[in-house]
Antibody, heavy 121, light 110 residues
Framework: EVQLAESGGGLVKPGGSLRLSCAGS????????MNWVRQTPGKGLEWVGR??????????DYAAPVKGRFTISRDDSKNTVYLQMNSLKTEDTALYYC????????????WGQGTLVTVSS | QSVLTQPPSASGTPGQRVTISCSGS????????VSWYQQLPGTAPKLLIY???QRPSGVPDRFSGSKSDTSASLAISGLRSEDEADYYC???????????FGGGTKLTVL
């Protein structure tokens, strides 16, 4: 059974940093493209970024609102993908999900349960 | 506000067939595959349809997807109470160089 478990969310002040983790199991993690998607009541679902598998080049792409502030990385030996979030803004407040897959090939086929990030003074 | 446009709500009675629309543009739906997601209350989204009309294993054939030009639709036949959920469409956007989502449609089973 495929499982994704996010962790690392919490309350942080504007300008602060936070690192989210997502541990995967039940599939060959090293072959998976991993995404971060966030959800807010006001803006719905929003793609944050994606890291391809190393076999597919390991390319990392980000959505415009987070480019230059967020960094995605992966450790295939730990079956874990990370989202380092710096210079956080109040508008980054959201429930952050990690997902597997490619939107154009498989869709986002598996989702974790999400971890809540609240940016507030 | 969302790049893809969905009606905020839809409803139907048990056994009925309902459709949810998703409108985009030539840079997203018009040139890329559409996927659909179901989000039950308090849970994470779940993939229902990918590549416009493909169902992952385990998704009932009551759910079907279609696409025409810059619009897509999700149809649910034989509506059940457990289908009450939020439904989202998504597609790659060539102009934004990333996936975009619809604002979601809340389906109520009357």
């Amino acid at each position: 059974e495929v499982q994704l478990a996010e962790s690392g969310g919490g309350l942080v002040k504007p300008g602060g940093s936070l690192r989210l983790s997502c541990a995967g199991s039940g599939f060959t993690f090293s072959n998976a493209w991993m995404n971060w998607v966030r959800q807010t009541p006001g803006k719905g679902l929003e793609w944050v970024g994606r890291i391809k598998s190393k076999a597919d080049g390991g390319t990392i792409d980000y959505a415009a609102p987070v480019k230059g502030r967020f960094t995605i990385s992966r450790d295939d030996s730990k079956n874990t993908v990370y989202l380092q979030m710096n210079s956080l803004k109040t508008e980054d407040t959201a429930l952050y999900y990690c997902t597997t897959g490619s939107i154009t090939i498989t869709g986002f086929d598996y989702w974790g349960q999400g971890t809540l990030v609240t940016v507030s003074s | 506000q969302s790049v893809l446009t969905q009606p905020p709500s839809a409803s139907g009675t048990p056994g009925q067939r309902v459709t949810i629309s998703c409108s985009g543009s030539s840079s997203n739906i018009g040139s890329n595959y559409v996927s659909w997601y179901q989000q039950l209350p308090g849970t994470a989204p779940k993939l229902l349809i990918y590549r416009n009309n493909q169902r992952p294993s385990g998704v009932p054939d009551r759910f079907s997807g279609s696409k025409s030009d810059t619009s897509a639709s999700l149809a649910i036949s034989g509506l059940r109470s457990e289908d009450e959920a939020d439904y989202y469409c998504a597609a790659w956007d060539d102009s934004l160089s990333g996936p975009v989502f619809g604002g979601g449609t809340k389906l109520t089973v009357l």
